[in-house]
């Protein structure tokens, strides 16, 4: 096992690397001068054409631009200027709760009605999830939104509209995560960890509709090729209880496809998390990624794109070796 | 509790109702994971119900939470010239040397108690009031109150290009550049710890209602000192200390803004404790929270939110006729605006008629002038403006357009009290202007993207629009189309005519309002002929809020104040 997480690690260190390399071509072609607040732009300029004097060059920069990133030096905002490390260590917190809580509800709920869906196949139960995952999976997600707003926030007033937490709470941000700071300032009691939840419902509704949708999906599927298998059967002959193999037996072997699928869906979530934070007022990395397109930001766009696809390729690489070690066929493949 | 025992209980069912053919019977479902979020094994304070509610209603009645519409670009109201940065910072923060009374463009006395004009209208005494404290916060307490260093500090920061503070934050200081008062403020002394004199370099009549102005706010030259000290000189920029009602608390960019009520304030201690501006860009999400409850008083509402406040009792409307115009500037700099006629034809071109109804409803009046109808020395002469595209395309084929030309109409994507709807109002515009043959490209900028190019003049038209903040015409004519703001980048035309310039300044030297309105008069002649605009609408300005904000009232200036307001204590 340790073979494999040392194989891991070089898989993702050479993953960011081609993605910083990617990112470096790109804006360099298109847009040489914006790169201008992590490369000072005098620097490396030589007068030599040669060839190879040519291809040093770049690649000087290249690793000028390299050491930067890998420093977190990704330079300063153009609209507000502050640095953007410091920016990403503000606003990202948000939106890592808003995803956590989101894929945790989403997996939970999925795997559950998944598992229902596949043992009632083709009963009303199973119709009924399969069409209701059917729409979640379809709804646009803005739309879906505003819906819920209207008919819980507006016609019924009993979710709160926008925001992390109702205003009458001043809270010390200690960690970022609202979920934990609500409880470490004392002024309120539970007051505010009850608000913070209060405003966290239909965001969580919202982005995790299409998790959901697809979890249950899959799992569906999944469970029902596991739960036609011969072992199966067996155990049901040899007197196991059903409860038993289906959540101990058939869910851990049909979890692999799962996890892959999970893997999709952290992109999903980013995405997604894009519009929910900007429907819902919600101050995460999506929406301030979005302003950022809007202004005109680049150091702040390319900062932020960098830093989301590192977390995506992180976390995919992170998922590979969970399936790795639940399934250990898959290990020994020869790279 | 309850809703964990549902759950179990409909997953049972499920699983009873169901589906495997053996006749095993059905056990007890547990939960294996818990629909729980992350782990809050941490000890509580546990407060009894009743006492944490009736402790939450108390902070919420004396807490008012405002709707803005955007994020101040800088907590220091000498960089720039947004409404939204006057509304976070000079209004609630600061103090001027002299203050408009409220809810009027009338001057009041407020850091000076009095103050005397030479008889060559050249140096004005002001004496300052005492016993003025600054804020006490957590990143600064002030060991002084208020006097004349403070108001050197303000006026030099700006003025003087050596000073230590005057490249910090340095958006570049528009407003006191567009007021000239870098010329004009020959000399600024101190007579003692609470007088000071200015010596202007010529007689300027809208010298005081200018210090009633956002950029002339007083900062402190205490804090400036301390900061230089700890080498942080930016933060005061961003940790702001002034004397005005509210002290600043806490800011979370893009989120909100917090506010604390200053308990030493000159004019006694606010009623309203807290006061938080939560940012919330889209009007539609706006709207939302002020029905929701979430906040009290709403922002530049849409006309459409305006309108059906009918069905929701709790929400009232104020409206005042606004200081303000929108209006199309062509970029004289550029081709083929450069010729009067072609900027004329767009005038005729452009059915102004409908465009107010459809963009503005009936909140607004169309505009013929670059000063509002209610401003004295608007020149009521000057005919209104015609609709005739058919003479619009023949001035254009006199011109040499026979086959049109294109161009690029730049339009904000955010509301303001002038223009709730740019982009609408570009796709008119496009619309009427095919007409005569000239096709327009609509491009978008954030808003402070977009003001940074127009005053560098990278458009070639732009859908703009100005508020006037002292009631004196003069604050519309020089920020905009001056010659002197041509340089500075507020007169977005880049329009700099000798006779116009020359009516206005001389307007600004003398003080006596009948011969200043015959200048203006003139100058709006002058101005019709040229046409570097084409003027659009005055619109009225809305704000919603809740029943329960009293004393609340709009000035014509523009700006939100809340001295004085308060809120009733909530029904439930």
């Known amino acids: ?335 | 509790m309850a809703l964990l025992k549902k759950m179990l209980f409909l997953s049972y069912m499920f699983m009873l109702m169901s589906c495997h053919d053996t006749s095993e019977p059905a056990k007890v479902f547990k939960a294996n994971k818990s629909p729980t979020v992350q782990s809050k094994n941490k000890s509580l304070k546990q407060k009894s119900v009743s006492k944490s509610t009736t402790k939450i209603n108390n902070i919420r009645d004396n807490l008012l939470v405002y709707c803005s519409e955007a994020s101040p670009q800088s907590f220091n109201p000498q960089l720039v010239t947004s409404g939204t940065t006057f509304d976070a910072s000079s209004k609630p923060i600061y103090n001027r040397l002299v203050d408009f009374k409220r809810g009027t463009s009338q001057i009041e006395a407020s850091l000076a108690t009095h103050w005397e004009v030479s008889a060559d209208g050249k140096e004005y005494i002001f004496y300052l009031r005492k016993g003025v404290a600054f804020h006490h916060t957590k990143y600064f307490r002030p060991s002084r109150n208020f006097n004349a260093d403070d108001v050197l500090f303000s006026i030099f920061r700006q003025q003087d290009t050596k000073h230590p503070f005057h490249n910090i934050s340095n958006l570049g200081y528009r407003y006191f550049r567009s007021m000239e008062f870098d010329s004009l403020i020959t000399k600024l002394e101190k007579l003692d710890d609470h007088t000071i004199k200015f010596t202007l370099d010529h007689a300027e009549s809208p010298f005081i209602a200018a210090l009633a102005m956002d950029f002339a706010s007083i900062l402190s030259a205490e804090y400036a000192n301390y900061l230089q000290q700890k080498g942080i000189k930016a933060k005061i920029d961003h940790l702001p200390i002034g004397t005005g009602p509210f002290q600043f608390s806490k800011y979370n960019p893009d989120a909100f803004i917090r506010y604390r009520a200053h308990p030493n304030y000159w004019q006694g201690e606010q009623r309203l404790k807290e006061l938080v501006f939560a940012i919330t860009p889209d009007p539609s999400l706006r709207f939302a929270r002020l029905i929701a409850g979430e906040c009290d008083i709403m922002a530049k509402p849409l006309p459409i939110h305006v309108k059906s406040i009918a069905q929701y009792p709790d929400i009232i409307s104020y409206n005042e006729s606004g200081s303000n115009i929108a209006y199309l500037s062509m970029n004289t700099r550029k081709k083929p605006f450069n010729n009067p006629n072609v900027r004329k034809a767009i005038n005729l071109a452009i059915n102004k008629k409908r465009l107010l109804k459809i963009v503005y409803g009936s909140s607004a009046i169309e505009a013929k002038n670059p000063i509002p109808p209610n401003m004295w020395s608007f020149n009521n002469d000057i005919p209104e403006s015609k609709y005739s595209p058919s003479e619009a395309k023949r001035i254009l084929t006199n011109e040499g357009f026979i086959d049109g030309f294109k161009m690029e109409l730049w339009a904000m994507p955010v509301q303001r009290t002038y223009n709730p709807n740019a982009r609408k109002m570009a796709e008119l515009i496009q619309k009427d202007l095919e007409k005569i043959g000239v096709e327009v490209s609509i491009i978008s900028y954030e808003f402070g993207t977009f003001l940074e190019k127009t005053k560098r003049g990278e458009h070639h038209a732009a859908l703009l629009g100005w508020i006037g903040d002292n009631g004196d015409p003069d604050n519309f004519f020089s920020p905009l189309l001056s010659c002197a703001a041509m340089k500075s980048g507020g007169n977005a035309s880049f329009w700099c005519h000798s006779s116009f310039d020359k009516l206005i300044n001389q307007a600004r030297r003398i003080s006596e309002p009948k011969d200043r309105a015959k200048l203006y008069e003139e100058a709006q002649v002058i101005f019709n002929q040229q046409l570097p605009w084409v003027p659009i609408a005055h619109a009225q300005q809305f704000i919603l809020a809740n029943k329960r904000v009293v004393n609340f009232r709009l000035a014509p200036t523009d700006g939100i104040y809340f001295n004085d307001v308060y809120l009733l204590p909530s029904v439930n």
């Open chain 1, 1 to 335: 096992m340790f073979r494999i997480f040392i194989r891991q690690i070089l898989n993702l260190t050479s993953s960011f690397f081609l993605l910083c390399f990617f990112t470096f071509i790109l804006c360099d072609y298109f847009f040489p001068e914006g790169l201008s607040f992590i490369i000072p732009i005098d620097s490396f300029n030589s007068s030599e054409t040669g060839f190879l004097s040519q291809i040093i060059l770049y690649f000087s920069r290249f690793f000028e631009y390299l050491s930067n990133v890998l420093t977190g030096r990704l330079g300063y905002s153009i609209s507000r200027g502050i640095s953007i490390s410091d920016e990403i260590i503000h606003y990202l917190p948000a939106s890592m709760e808003l995803a956590f809580v989101t894929l945790a509800l989403s997996l939970t709920f999925g795997l559950w009605l998944g598992t229902i869906a596949a043992k009632c196949k083709d009963k009303w139960q199973d119709k009924l999830i399969l069409s209701v995952t059917l729409i979640g999976y379809s709804l646009p997600i803005f739309w879906w939104a505003m819906l819920l707003v209207l008919f819980f926030s507006m016609w019924l007033g009993i979710t709160p509209v926008a925001s992390r937490i109702g205003f009458e709470y001043d809270i010390d941000v200690v960690t970022g995560f609202l979920l934990f700071d609500s409880l470490l300032s004392p002024r309120y009691g539970f007051d505010a960890f009850i608000s913070v939840i209060h405003h966290m419902i239909l965001p969580v509704i919202v982005l995790g509709t299409i998790p959901l949708a697809a979890i249950t999906r899959v799992t569906r599927s999944s469970m029902i090729k596991t739960l036609s298998e011969d072992y199966i059967n067996n155990a049901i002959v040899r007197g196991i209880p059903t409860l038993s193999i289906t959540w101990k037996h058939a869910l851990r072997n049909a979890f692999e496809p799962i996890l892959t699928s999970l893997s999709l869906q952290i992109s999903s979530i980013i995405t997604g998390a894009i519009i929910t934070e900007s429907i819902f007022a919600w101050p995460g990395a999506g929406k301030w990624l979005l302003e950022a397109v809007y202004r005109r930001d680049f150091p702040v766009i390319h900062g932020g794109l960098l830093i989301t696809a590192g977390i995506v390729i992180f976390i995919y690489i992170t998922l590979d070796y969970i399936s790795m070690w639940l399934n250990p066929k898959l290990r020994d493949r020869s790279s």
